[in-house]
């Protein structure tokens, strides 16, 4: 079941998405070499709790940190730690939940660690292209595969691939809602969208190939082939035109 929000839920997520991008603000400045994933998770924690709110992966199933860094082929859920300090030249995917008011946003980006190579630069670059290419498919009337097949499309004729088996998701007052959300698909297929609909649209871009394999923590995702993968997501408000996004400052 697909919900709408009303209007005060709307509010309520908007709370939770200025202080998701207030967080990456603050992420941001911290991520140079030499920094470990660690620091950069009791930094999100203890900004997300100075805003009077809470991270929603915190024990989200069990998972073990408060926000997700994944480094290189890392692709999601990869764990904070203190034994991962980032190199220059690395690239890293943060992912932070944050619950304000009983709702939640969701958002994520990759990071230059310092100077990276041109190919790591493209990589970034387009997977924030397929999710804005995505975006403007986000529209009352339209339908949940035209979103992912923008997103395919264009992650496909830049050489890359999307990962499959994991999708972006409705978001509300649970972090995981309907419907699912794929990064691939066929236009015109899928759930149609409706205004009051909200939605993380987050597509995960590999270089090589889309299979992914899980490591024996059971959470952090990486590529098959060990070549290099990034992420970007927002949480969006459905309307008539392009999507609200929520998680923006
Ligand atoms: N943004 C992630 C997702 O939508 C949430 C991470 S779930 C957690 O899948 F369990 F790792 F917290
Ligand atoms: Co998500």
Not at 51 to 71: D, E, L, M, Q, R
Not at 117 to 124: D, N, T
Not at 212 to 227: F, I, P, R, S
Request: glycine share 10%.
């Amino acid at each position: 079941m697909i919900k709408i929000k009303a209007s005060h839920e709307i509010e309520a997520m908007r709370g939770a998405g200025k202080i998701t991008a207030a967080t990456f603000e603050r992420l941001a400045e911290a991520i140079v070499p030499g920094v470990t994933t660690a620091e950069l998770d009791a930094i999100a924690a203890k900004f997300i709790k100075q805003n009077n709110a809470t991270c929603s992966f915190w024990h989200y199933n069990g998972y073990p940190a408060h926000i997700c860094t994944s480094v290189n082929g890392q692709v999601v859920h990869g764990i904070p730690s203190k034994q991962v300090v980032l190199h220059e030249g690395d690239i890293v995917s943060i992912d932070i939940g944050v619950c304000y008011k009983g709702y939640h946003g969701d958002s994520a980006k990759t990071f230059a660690v310092g100077k990276i190579s041109p190919e790591a630069e493209r990589l970034i670059r387009v997977t924030q292209e397929c999710f804005y290419e995505g975006l403007r498919q986000a529209y009352a009337g339209n339908r949940v595969q035209d979103i992912g097949a923008a997103v395919q499309g264009h992650a496909e004729k830049n050489g890359y691939s999307v990962v499959r088996s994991l999708v972006g998701h409705g978001v509300g007052s649970c972090l995981h809602e309907d419907p699912e959300v794929p990064n691939f698909g066929t236009a015109g297929r899928g759930a149609r969208l409706l205004s009051g609909m909200t939605l993380a649209i987050e597509p995960m871009v590999n270089q090589g190939t889309y299979h992914v394999n899980t490591l024996a923590d059971q959470w952090t995702v990486v590529t098959a082939d060990g070549k290099l993968s990034a992420h970007y997501e927002h949480s969006v408000l459905i309307r008539d035109g392009e999507a609200e996004i929520l998680t923006t400052c």
